[in-house]
Structures are given as C-alpha cells and as structure tokens.
C-alpha cells in the first residue's frame, strides 16, 4: 500500500487520474474504519488532508461553495445562519472528535445512505462540485449524485472539490432518530427547508432507501396546499392535517429496509413524525420572523 | 514508509511504518506511548482521543502518514513537569477512574472543554464528552471530576 | 442513611487510610497519565504479534485445513491448528468442553481454528486470511426453544441439555383468587468491557511459559493452560497485566492458550490483542432468556404461589450456564415470600455465540420478568406498585424459596420506601433539546413526550455457591523498610477496576496499624484469589487478607511478649506501637521487627453452601444475600418510541462499605449497565450470525444517556461476612433495567415483554 500526500488540487486531481487503486482519505473517519477492520486493502491511500483548497469556503453567487475537505466543526462553528439544516446535521455527526475530523466530501464520497449530511444538501437543491486532470470541472445536482447504496457518481479519475449550497433563505430543520441519545448512526433523518422566495419546499430523506432521496410529491403537496391556502401571504399556523398529511407523504417517498438498526415499518414511520413535527417547526419559524 | 512528527513537544521520527496503519499504532507500539488506548478502533469510544495541532481528534482514524509534520499532544503530554493537569487530579480525586480504560481519553476531552469553556454547563459537559464511551463508572464521578476541574481552574 | 442505619452498623476504629475511609486509588494517578500497563500496552524484545483464524460458520464439519500458503508469507513464523496443541485439546471453566483449537467441528461462528505468530499485526491478519479451510456447513440449533427437540441437530453428544434445575415447594396444586401471568424476554448482552483481550506470553528458559494476562482469576485460568499445554503449574506463571473492565467477560479464556502456544513453537515473546470486532467475538456473552412466569395471589395482593420456566440460550459451549441456570432457578422469583414455588430452568447447548458470565448473571434476565409481573399484580388488585413489594418483600428470618433462612438483613420494604422518598427529578423543559429524548437528533420540542416512573427490587446471592469450595488466599508480610514499618499484601484476586487494591490496602491498615501498604502484583506465586465475580472479592480476599493479617499481628504480639517477658494477651498492637493493658506505649513496631519481617499466609473461606436437591431444588445453596432497589424517571417520546432517563436513583445495602466511594462508584457503573440492557444493549444473532459486532451499532449509554443518580446506601452489617460487609457489584444491574422497563412501561401504556425495549416496540411499527 502505497502513502499519496498532494499539497495541491491540482497535484491531488494528477494522482487521482494516475492512480485508481487509490482510495481517497480526507477526515478519515469512515476510511480508517475500514481499514482498522479489515475491510479494505486498497493499493494507496490518497490523503487530502494536505491540499489547501479543500479546506475552504465561501460566497459563490448567493451559493455557499464549501470546500470538500472542511470539517463539520467548521460548519457548525462558522456556517450556521446560512446553512442552518447542514449545520443541524453536523452537530449530531458521531462525537465532537469526528466533527473535527469528517467533512461533507467525505460523506458525499462514502455516500451511505446513513450519511447524515445528504438530507439538508437534498433539502436545499445542493449541488456537489467535482473534478478531473482530464475533463476538468463538473457539477452534479445532489439528488443525482447517489446512485446506490454506498455508491455515486463520480467517475473513478475524479474528485469531490466542494458542495455548492444555496444559503438559506426561509427556515430549515433536520431531524435524526437514533436509538441512543449521542453518538449514533440514523435509523431514519429528514430534513426540510422552506424557500419563501419562491414558494417550494425542499426535503431530504436519510437512511430510509438505498440512497438518500428528496420526497418530490411531498414537496409540490404541501407547497400547493399553502398556496392554495394562501398561507404563504398570510403566515398563519399550518394546520396540523396539513403537516400530518406532508409527513405521510414524506413516508411514502421512502423505500426502507430492516436492518439491525430499525425495520422498515419503524423508519416509515418514524419519518412521517418527524417530517411533520419538523415542517411544523420550520413554518413556525417563519411565522416568527415576519 | 517514514513519518516524523512532533509528539509532546519532541520530533520523532519513525521508519517503516505501515501506509494502512493508524496514528494509534504508530504512538502506541512505535513511539512508546501507549497511554492513547485502543478500545474500538472505529471512532466511536475516545479512548484514543489526542491533540492534533491542537484539536481533540480520534487517533485511530487519523493515518500515521496524516500526522507528517503535525504536533501530536497524548495524554502522556499533559501534566507539566511531573505535577499532575487539574483535569487529572480531579479525576483522581473524585473517583471517575475505575479501570481507567476509557480514562486517557476523557482527560484530554476534559481538557480541550476546558480549554475552550471554562464553566461548561451539565449539559455542555454531557455534550462535549459524548464521544468517550466508559463502561465502569456510569459517568456520574466523571461529571464530578469536570465540574471540580473547573472550578479550580476558574479560581486559579 | 448510613448514620440512620447506624445501630447496626459495624463500628470499626477510624484508622486513617483503613476500612471505612475513601482512600485513593493507588493506581489512579498511572491511570490519568497514561502509565498504567494494560494487557494490551506490553511490549517485549523481539516480541510477534499473534492472530486468530475463526469459524465463518455456527455449525461446519472441519474436513481438512491447509496451512501452506500462510506459512510461505515472509514475516511469519508460525501457524498453528488443533493438531500443535500438546495437551488436551479442551477447556471450560466447569466444564472441558471448548477446543483450543477447533478440529472435527466448528459449533459457532467466531470459534478459533488456527493462530499465526508474525513480525507484524498486518503480516499475521494477512497470513490468517491465505489458510484455507475445507468447511462442511451443517444445519445449526440457532432457537433455543428448538434445542431440546429430538430432531434439532446435536451441538454436543449426548444431547442439547446443559442443565435442568427443578424447584418444588408447598402445595403442589395451588389456588388462588387472583392469577397474572406473562412471557417475557431478554436479549443477548455484551460485557462491551473497553480493554480488548489482551495478552504477553514469554517462553521462558525451563521450557515453561510466562503469560501476562488481563483476567478475572489467574488459578483457573492457569489449571485450564497446564491441561492444553501438557505442563505442570510451575511451568505455566501468571502475572495479572492491567485490565480493562471485566463484568464476567473475561471468565472464560480467550488469547491465554493461543498465545503460549505461538510462543512456545517459535521461542518468541507473542503479543495477542483482539481489535472491537474479535472481542465481540472472542468472549461469551449473556445469556439470552425466555421466560413465562405466574403469579397466584389473595385478592390483597398477598402471594400465594409462583410458578416460572426459564430458558437459557447457553450457544455453543457450556462455560458458565449451569451456574447461570442455579441462579436464574433459585433466586428467580426476586426478594419475595411465596409459600408455593414450582421453577423450572433450563440451560441449552445452541450454535449461537457462547453465553456464560456476566455481571448479576441469571438474576439480571429473571428480574425483568418478575419485577413487570410485580406490577401487573399491582394493578390486578388495585394496590400501589410500591406497597405490593414492601408487603411481599423478604424480612430477615423468612424462608427462601430454596428453603434457606435468610439470616442477615433483608431490608426489602425500606430500601424501596427510600428510592420512593427521594426527591423526584424537575419537570420537562423543552427548551434545550440535549435534554430530551434524542437529544440533539432533534426529533421533539416536547412533543409527545410523556414522562414515567418504575420502580424495582432485586437480590443476588454472594460469592460461589451450590458447594462450590469458594476460597481466597493472602499473604501479608510486615517488614522495616527505610525504618518504617511496611505491610506488603499479596494476593491472586484480580484488580479488574472495582478498587480491590485499594480495600486490600485498607484493611491492611486497619489491622496492623501500618500507614504504609503494599500491593504486590497479582501472580500465581502465591494461592488462588478465587474468581473477581459474583460481587465476592471484597467479601472473600478481604477475608484473606484480614486473617492473614491477624495471624501476622499474633506473630508480632508474640515476638513482643518475647521481648517484653509478658504474655501476648496483654498487648495490642495500635499506630505502629505495641501498648500495654492500660494503653501505655511499651514498644515500638519497629523495635519488633527488627530486622526479620513477619509473613503469613492464609487461605480463607466463608460458610460452605450445599448442593441443592436434584427434584425439589431445596438447600442451603447460598452464603449470602443482597438487595438493592432503583426509582427510574423516564421521558418517553410515545410518537417515536425514543427515551430518555431523567433520573436513576437507587439505594442498596452493603454491609459494611469498606471504601464508601468506591461503593457509590459500583452502584453508578452497575445501573448503567442494567439501564444499558433495557434500552440499547443487544448482539443481534441471525440464524448463528452476529450482526453488530462493533460499537457503531452494538450500543452502550453515553454520557447523554445516563441520567444523574441519587445512591443511598444501607449498612446493615451481615453478622457472618468480614467486617459485616455484602456484595456489592452485582445487585445495581439487577434492579436498574427493570426500574427502567417499568417507567417506560408506565410512560407508554404498553406492555413491553422483552428487552431491550426498541423505539418500534414502543410505537407499534
């Protein structure tokens, strides 16, 4: 096994395209474990860690271009007024010492379906930034970037350079079921986010389908339903049918399994709880800020 | 493959390490430093929580190779010229080691809240220590040892 | 409460450092600071790294097991298959059951086929990996419920049974107006101790072996390693490395052969160190129960009779189920009075993971199942949960179910009158999420949130019972060392991080008067300690080390009585000085010693139990037994099924604590683990197969998970044990899981018959 350490983007996307026996290493937190446990002998570790590009975010035409490579304390720390539901997610991410380490990239590059970072990037029509030494940059639409369980759409010479995020601009909410109260990996999470400025919603679905999904029908449902309401002008309470109903729909969305962790009917229905409870949230919170 | 790195406040440097294996081995059976402990080796304990450029990290999921020119800080560097850290003496003091297993780790993510909250509430507390599974002590004098911690500390 | 207890409390003079006081630990500073040698930190010259091959199959016929391709790997420098074992090719720890290394038949998934010894971890997993093994899968006995049938495949010869314990008493065919009755189960819990297996054998120049070990009893241990090795005793010295918790986990063997045998075969120092997953898989587990129980009662609430079936899934090998069975069988029923019992309790051979010893073992599983029926009987007859218990609770004079008096304190109604009495966790405020169930999942504001109160009682017999010779050894020397006098104690009993250094120490002090004490390192150089479990340590090597120390104080008082020309009855020996009748100083202690040190030896044991009856399980079968009770305040999202413990209090009585800390300490630990098994703690076994053999998804209360606890400790000294001391370690786990169940019962309004309680299981999906 071989040690690969670029200090450049450009020197990482060259080792990249020369090596596809590399597995690429950021916050190690998913990589390390298969290593430590015998999962994976792959024939170099590519080590991120050092290219400074990575490491950084920014402004990008009312997106936030978050480099691959920062890590979730950077997100909850520096992001949380603009990407409120990414920063949710973040802080129930393993423990304080993994959200120093673990990066979105990292998530996107392991893309579980228990990653706790895809329900807010679906939720907020995220689009993820990736790269090659021979075709140079492209960007993929999240909800197109998973396309199976633990697998995505990355050519095998590319990279994951940066999530590009629109800030937020109504109210998001992210919730996680576990069954411990820390330190736990989703039986099912949910994430929504409400777009005022256009009148849609967005949701994202964890650990309840072969891929994380975003739940369309649920989506135009319920941001018919306020219009058709008029709730977007008049920001009165949303009923609680209508909520219920948006969580069912939420539900139907998903395609879950039994697992070790939780069966499929429980993450059916855990879904729809909190896809109510949340959008409930989120509505409220807009209420209060106008 | 070589790797050097500053440990406690030392350069090291170390040969023939293994491009798969951990921060953690290479501390634990290269460099002598066995104090980072090996409960997991999945991130999920603590046990093996260290410094690295100053953040509490995992050192078993950090690549020895990752640590290349880095300043690591173990458990083993924490009390100053043979006088225990506050954090270690309240530990000592009120009963949160039991086997002592889980204890290296939780010493230096004491440490880190302390660092950076110097009155950390019950709940902050629970929070930052999340990560730091103990199977002995039910966690109860292990609060204790924090708060007093930090009361010294606050008063000194 | 200790003050309040006081009449009956042991009064022993306050000697500084001595029994009673809280001492520090005199490891906890090479704890903090990262010196302390656990097994897996030990290092030698020219040390390999030793690996196990295991069984992917519950069930398999070995037919043949090639080891060239591993051989050939540069950097080994052994493999070893059940055919390199020198001795007998079996161990137990009742019974020789389990191979060294399989050879005809694989019977569980994870069972050891084949070691390596290599330069390096990495060479040695390597080299595991390129041994092929030629399997013949066969149908595996994976539901106990199966095992017995006479068309389940045969784990063992003759049969799956591996004990039936049959409890007749009272009237055969009893009546009564009042009948509740369910089926409850419990599932398989891991000890998830945080040291991995650990061991550092060292060949040594006589042919013999050196093995440095993280163990709970070096003497069996070492009579196991002769029997497979061919060697005698002296040949095979074990040195207890620092351990890593215990909880019953490591009983049973797990690197000690394999590890002496790669260092025998290549006259290298073998380090063996399982990683989580091998440890998941490389010790015995609890053991799984299903139990159906009856309770008949007066329409009062007033037992009249019990009657109970359990049955224990033993997995592949019989380590310690006909104990856990004994247990399950005749304290079942929990710390009440009934005048008719009939209790059946089965241990079976399956081709599951082996269960066997952990922490509270068999009562722990049958608590959950009494303690829910309590609380239906309560509500059948509309009488407070609480009173029912103190009604029916054991009174010290009453008659256990085995037909034992229980002939210490049994404070059964007062320690639930004090978890009721305390004071009751503040309401729900919702307005920090980390305070609520799932925390900063952030799945309610306060929705659905219910909160839930369940209270439990519990008892455990102390130390080893059914006959069993239950003994400890101490050696204590007293010497001048730089001119003071210096107690050095010495025993086999395994520090697995409960304090018994520490209280060796105390008592050493209390006894001699020395400030200065001691602990040697724990080794088969002196007589076996006996097994740290069973909450006997404190109870049985402190016994040992107290008598060992009065007959070193004899020897002193007669060395004086020597020097002085009086007779040893008239002295003392108190704070290093030898006093007169009237107090008056005649001698210093070190005058005594002089230059020749006092050691004594003394092999210790309490009051002989006895085997119980084959067909009514009537005897004496116990020396001792404790009680604890735990309040659990719980709030329950009923929507989701997520809980949260907001308070877990408990209360027990200890005899004597001997370090009232370290007893806080045991009870704290203890609950988390009860609270562990009712909500989160489980090895998911499929057809054979475990599922979550790691930490992501095999789950243990964090520090978010575990509520404040309020203790209060009794101390009602037991006029037959040293000091008046009881057992400690064991009882919080019993009570705390079912106190737990209870209140998210309550909460939810669910019945909830087995643990641990699943958010599905509470939300119906």
């Not at chain 3, 084949?114 to 080299?127: G, K, L, N, Q, S």
């Not at chain 3, 008067?513 to 724990?522: A, D, L, T």
């Not at chain 3, 107290?546 to 002085?564: D, M, N, Q, T, Y």
Request: some cysteine; overall charge negative; hydrophobic content about 40%.
């Amino acid at each position: 096994m071989d040690f690969l350490q670029p200090t450049s983007w450009q020197d990482a996307l060259a080792l990249r395209g020369e090596r596809p026996d590399a597995l690429p290493l950021a916050g190690g937190t998913d990589v390390m474990v298969d290593i430590n446990f015998d999962r994976r002998r792959p024939g170099a570790l590519l080590d991120l860690g050092r290219v400074p590009e990575l490491r950084e975010w920014g402004q990008d035409d009312g997106r936030i271009r978050l480099g691959a490579g920062v890590p979730y304390a950077g997100i909850i720390g520096n992001l949380g007024a603009q990407l409120p539901g990414l920063a949710m997610a973040s802080r129930t991410v393993g423990s304080p010492q993994i959200r120093i380490r673990g990066t979105v990239g990292g998530n996107l590059g392991s893309a579980s379906p228990a990653g706790d970072a895809h329900p807010p990037l679906l939720a907020a029509g995220a689009v993820v930034e990736v790269a090659s030494a021979a075709r140079g940059t492209r960007e993929i639409p999240v909800a197109e970037f998973y396309t199976g369980v633990k697998r995505n759409a990355l050519e095998p010479d590319e990279l994951i350079a940066a999530v590009l995020i629109p800030a937020a601009s109504g109210p998001q909410q992210f919730s996680k079921v576990g069954t411990r109260n820390a330190m736990v990996i989703a039986v099912s999470a949910f994430a929504c986010a409400l777009h005022p400025d256009r009148r849609e919603i967005g949701t994202g679905i964890g650990s309840a389908a072969p891929t994380p999904r975003r739940a369309p029908e649920a989506e135009t449902f319920l941001a018919g339903e306020l219009d058709d309401a008029g709730l977007w002008d008049s920001r009165n309470a949303l009923p609680e049918p209508l909520a219920a109903a948006f969580g069912e729909r939420v539900a139907a969305a998903a395609s879950p399994i039994d697992d070790v962790r939780g069966s499929a009917a429980y993450r059916l229905h855990s879904l729809s709880v909190m896809a109510r409870r949340a959008i409930t949230w989120a509505w409220n919170d807009l209420r209060e800020a106008a | 493959m070589r790797v050097t790195t500053t440990v406690n406040g030392t350069e090291q440097h170390v040969d023939d390490v293994w491009p798969g294996e951990s921060l953690l081995y290479m501390l634990r059976e290269r460099m002598g430093l066995p104090g980072s402990k090996n409960a997991c080796e999945q991130g999920e304990c603590g046990s093996c929580t260290v410094y690295l450029d100053g953040e509490p990290v995992c050192a078993c999921l950090v690549a020895a190779g990752q640590a290349i020119g880095r300043e690591v800080t173990t458990v083993e560097g924490l009390a100053a010229g043979g006088a225990l850290h506050p954090v270690q003496e309240a530990f000592v003091e009120c009963g949160a080691v039991q086997c002592g297993f889980c204890t290296p780790g939780l010493v230096v993510a004491a440490h880190d809240l302390l660092e950076r909250v110097p009155r950390p509430s019950d709940l902050e507390i629970r929070e930052a220590l999340a990560g730091n599974l103990c199977r002995c002590t039910g966690y109860e004098k292990i609060l204790d040892a924090v708060r007093l911690a930090a009361d010294r500390q606050v008063r000194a | 409460m200790s003050a309040e207890a006081g009449t009956r409390t042991t009064r022993i003079t306050a000697t500084p450092g001595g029994v009673g006081d809280t001492p520090l630990r005199p490891d906890g500073t090479l704890k903090v600071t990262g010196e302390f040698a656990y097994a897996s930190d030990l290092w030698h010259d020219e040390m390999v790294w030793g690996a196990t091959l295991r069984s992917p199959h519950p069930h398999a016929r070995i037919a043949g097991i090639d080891i060239t391709e591993a051989l050939t790997l540069p950097g080994v420098f052994a493999v070893l298959t059940a055919a390199d074992v020198p001795g007998e090719n079996a161990f137990g720890l009742e019974h020789a059951d389990q191979p060294v290394l399989a050879s005809e038949f694989v019977r569980y998934e994870g069972e050891p086929v084949a070691i390596v010894a290599a330069d390096h971890p990495e060479t040695a997993r390597r080299a595991a990996q390129r041994i092929r093994v030629d399997y013949e899968v066969l149908p595996a006995v994976t539901d106990p419920r199966r095992a017995m049938d006479a068309d389940a495949p045969a784990v063992h010869r003759p049969g799956n049974l591996v004990r039936h314990l049959t409890l007749r008493r009272g009237n055969p065919d009893p009546k009564a107006p009042v009948v509740v009755s369910l089926d409850f189960e419990v599932g398989m819990q891991d000890q998830a101790f945080l040291g991995p297996e650990s061991g550092l054998a060292v060949p040594g120049d006589d042919g013999g072996v050196d093995l440095y070990v993280a163990t709970q009893w070096l003497h069996v241990d070492q009579r196991q390693i002769c029997l497979a090795l061919g060697l005698p005793p002296e040949k095979v010295r074990l040195t207890l490395a620092g351990v890593g918790g215990a909880f019953g986990g490591r009983e049973d063997l797990s690197v000690h052969v394999h590890a002496c045998l790669l260092a025998l075969r290549t006259g290298k120092p073998v380090k063996m160190s399982y990683g989580r997953e091998e440890s998941f898989f490389g010790h015995v587990h609890r053991h799984p129960a299903t139990m159906t129980y009856e309770f008949g009662a007066e329409r009062d609430g007033t037992l009249v009779y019990a009657k109970a079936n359990l049955l224990f899934d033993g997995g592949a090998y019989a380590s310690s189920t006909a104990a856990v069975v004994g247990n399950g069988g005749t304290l079942g029923l929990g710390p009440y009075r009934f005048p008719s019992v009939a209790v059946d309790a089965y241990g079976v051979f399956t081709n599951n993971p082996p269960c066997g010893a952990m922490r509270g073992f068999g009562c722990v599983q049958a608590a959950f199942a009494h303690e829910a029926l309590m609380d239906e009987l309560a509500d059948a007859v509309g009488v407070d949960r609480v009173e029912i218990r103190q009604r029916n609770g054991m009174r010290e004079g009453d008659v256990n179910i085995t037909g034992q008096v229980i002939d210490s304190a049994a404070p059964v109604a007062e320690l639930l009158q004090i978890v009721r009495d305390l004071p009751m966790p503040p309401p729900l405020d919702p307005s920090d999420i980390r305070a609520l169930p799932g925390a900063v999942g952030n799945t309610t504001h306060g929705e659905g949130v219910v909160r839930g109160v369940g209270y439990a009682i519990a008892y455990k017999n102390v130390g080893f019972s059914e006959g069993f010779d239950d003994y400890s050894t101490a050696r204590v020397r007293l010497e001048l060392t730089g001119g003071e006098p210096v107690a050095t104690v010495h025993t086999a009993a395994a520090e697995v991080g409960q304090g018994l250094i520490t209280v060796e120490q105390q008592i050493c002090r209390t006894e001699l008067g020395v400030e200065r004490v001691v602990v040697h390192p724990k080794t088969t150089g002196v007589g076996s300690g006996g097994s740290t479990s069973a909450s006997r340590q404190t109870y049985v090597t402190g016994g040992a080390v107290k008598a060992a120390c009065e007959s070193v104080r004899a020897v002193v008082l007669e060395r004086a009585a020597a020097l002085l020309g009086r007779s040893a009855g008239e002295l003392r020996l108190d704070g290093e000085k030898l006093l007169g009748a009237s107090g008056e100083v005649l001698l210093g202690l070190g005058d005594v010693l002089g230059t020749e040190a006092v050691e004594e030896t003394v092999e210790w044991r309490h009051r002989p139990t006895h085997a119980i009856d084959p067909e009514t399980g009537q005897g004496n079968a116990h020396v001792q037994f404790a009680f604890s009770a735990h309040r659990a305040v719980v709030d329950v999202d009923v929507e989701l099924g997520l809980v949260k413990v907001v308070a877990l209090d408990s209360a027990q009585d200890v005899g004597k604590a001997i370090n009232p800390d370290a007893v806080v300490g045991q009870i704290h630990g203890g609950s988390a683990q009860g609270m562990g098994l009712a909500l989160m703690e489980e090895m998911v076994v499929t057809d054979g197969h475990v599922r979550n053999p790691s930490f992501t998804d095999y789950l243990i209360p964090t520090i978010l998970d575990m509520p404040p606890m309020q203790v209060q400790v009794l101390e009602y000294a037991d006029p037959h044990a040293p000091y008046g001391v009881r057992g400690v370690g064991e009882p919080p786990t019993i009570s705390s899981g079912p106190a737990v169940a209870a209140a998210v019962r309550a909460a939810t309004g669910k019945a909830l018959h087995r643990v641990p309680i699943r958010p599905e299981h509470i939300t119906g999906t």
